[in-house]
């Protein structure tokens, strides 16, 4: 009966020996490790002790057998900084928003060049804990577990690690980032009306902008970036396929493409908010196709914290101190829970990524938004 063979990635037995090394005598450890590409390969470690050499040997064995063939980057002793360069570059591979690739730059240059010398292998649960806790600042500390989180996985899908580590990292449970501020369903109607009436978010621009990203669960990067040739007044269709950023030394630009793919999505416009788009149309004068439906003063794409920060200054006055423009989409998808549809419907309305989604799943993201659509004019009352 042949002997069975060693499963990838696994080492053999450890054989311990004494030899004489440089003129003083060592423990040699020595082991076979069946690498990824099915080959088994030879590993053998020094030590002043039995349990010195075994645990060098073992190490080395891992390293040696998670090793990515053609991607030799990639392993337990890849260090931090290596991951980091790698994860931005991927991001920029992948399109992410300039915005998006700006803010992970500085958690990186920020947060983690600082201990960029720890390896893969010494990333453990529980020293990423102890990092994320040492970070002052609760939006710092969730910028950090967010990066720290998505170029782990990146690790673990060239088989640098078996298993992400921030897994078990703690998030927070209290603070702003973990504020869940939303208009509830029963207080919609009013709130509508009410920035109706708010002279701070009149004078701003700021009121259309609210009730529409409300209504139709947007980003306020896409909003902003909102051009009249994306609205098709007469198939009920809006389609969201860029987002507002700011480049430096350049300024505001509209960026052609949004946050992430699930971002790109065309939806159904409910009754109130077609409504209020028809009437901005004629008020601008029916302007180009090409000219943004909410312009900055200068006439050029508006910078969304130009609505963040009214929105914010209007809370109190609102009766919801710690509101966002985010809070809006929180509103959306609150409402649409209430009307009974399901996760996957208020994704597809609100353009959040699911990693499962497939050619079939994209197809019913347009009967989702349309779904979607009509519970929003079912849930906020007709505009009189």
């Known amino acids: 009966m042949s002997r069975p063979r060693t499963p990838i990635g696994a080492h053999g037995a450890i054989r311990i020996d004494r030899i004489t090394h440089r003129g003083e005598e060592r423990i040699r450890a020595r082991t076979r490790v069946r690498t990824q590409d099915?080959?088994?390969?030879?590993?053998?470690?020094?030590?002043?002790s039995e349990a010195g050499a075994t645990a060098a040997v073992k190490k080395a064995a891992l390293e040696r057998s998670v090793a990515v063939t053609g991607s030799d980057d990639f392993s337990?002793?890849?260090?931090?900084?290596?991951?980091?360069?790698?994860?931005?570059?991927?991001?920029?591979?992948?399109?992410?928003?300039?915005?998006?690739?700006r803010q992970y730059r500085s958690v990186v240059d920020t947060h983690l060049k600082p201990?960029?010398?720890?390896?893969?292998?010494?990333?453990?649960?529980?020293?990423?804990?102890?990092?994320?806790?040492?970070?002052?600042?609760?939006?710092s500390r969730a910028n950090v577990r967010r990066v720290l989180s998505s170029a782990l996985s990146l690790a673990v899908r060239n088989d640098a690690l078996a298993k992400?580590?921030?897994?078990?990292?703690?998030?927070?449970?209290?603070?702003?980032?973990?504020?869940?501020?939303?208009?509830?369903?029963?207080?919609?109607?009013?709130?509508?009306?009410?920035?109706?009436?708010?002279?701070?978010?009149?004078?701003?621009?700021?009121?259309?902008?609210?009730?529409?990203?409300?209504l139709m669960g947007l980003r306020v990067g896409e909003l902003c970036a909102l051009q009249w040739s994306d609205i098709d007044f007469d198939a009920g269709t809006?389609?969201?396929?860029?987002?507002?950023?700011?480049?430096?030394?350049?300024?505001?630009?509209?960026?052609?493409?949004?946050?992430?793919?699930?971002?790109?999505?065309?939806?159904?416009?409910?009754?109130?908010?077609?409504?209020?788009?028809?009437?901005?149309?004629?008020?601008?004068?029916?302007?180009?196709?090409?000219?943004?439906?909410f312009l900055s003063v200068r006439g050029t794409v508006r910078d969304p914290q130009t609505i963040t920060k009214a929105v914010g200054a209007a809370?109190?006055?609102?009766?919801?101190?710690?509101?966002?423009?985010?809070?809006?989409?929180?509103?959306?998808?609150?409402?649409?829970?209430?009307?009974?549809?399901?996760a996957k419907d208020i994704a597809d309305f609100l353009g959040h990524k699911n990693p499962a989604m497939t050619e079939a799943a994209y197809i019913q993201r347009q009967q989702g938004a349309a779904r979607a659509a009509a519970a929003i004019d079912q849930v906020v009352a007709a505009a009189s």
């Open 76 to 101: 337990p002793s890849m260090t931090l900084n290596a991951l980091a360069a790698a994860f931005i570059a991927d991001c920029i591979a992948a399109r992410r928003s300039s915005g998006t690739i």
């Open 38 to 48: 099915g080959r088994y390969v030879q590993i053998e470690r020094l030590g002043t």
């Open 315 to 342: 809370g109190a006055a609102l009766g919801f101190p710690r509101i966002t423009s985010h809070s809006f989409r929180r509103t959306t998808a609150t409402l649409l829970h209430a009307a009974g549809l399901s």
């Open 115 to 139: 201990r960029g010398a720890l390896t893969l292998g010494e990333l453990t649960t529980g020293r990423l804990q102890r990092i994320v806790d040492s970070i002052d600042g609760e939006g």
């Open 238 to 293: 809006l389609q969201i396929e860029a987002t507002a950023v700011r480049e430096k030394g350049i300024g505001m630009l509209r960026q052609p493409a949004p946050k992430t793919d699930a971002s790109r999505r065309t939806l159904a416009i409910p009754a109130r908010a077609k409504t209020l788009l028809l009437a901005r149309f004629e008020r601008m004068g029916n302007p180009g196709a090409g000219e943004s439906v």
């Open 164 to 214: 992400n580590p921030m897994e078990g990292v703690r998030r927070e449970t209290t603070g702003v980032n973990s504020d869940r501020t939303h208009v509830p369903p029963e207080s919609v109607d009013k709130f509508l009306a009410d920035i109706y009436a708010n002279e701070h978010l009149l004078r701003n621009d700021a009121a259309e902008p609210s009730e529409l990203m409300i």
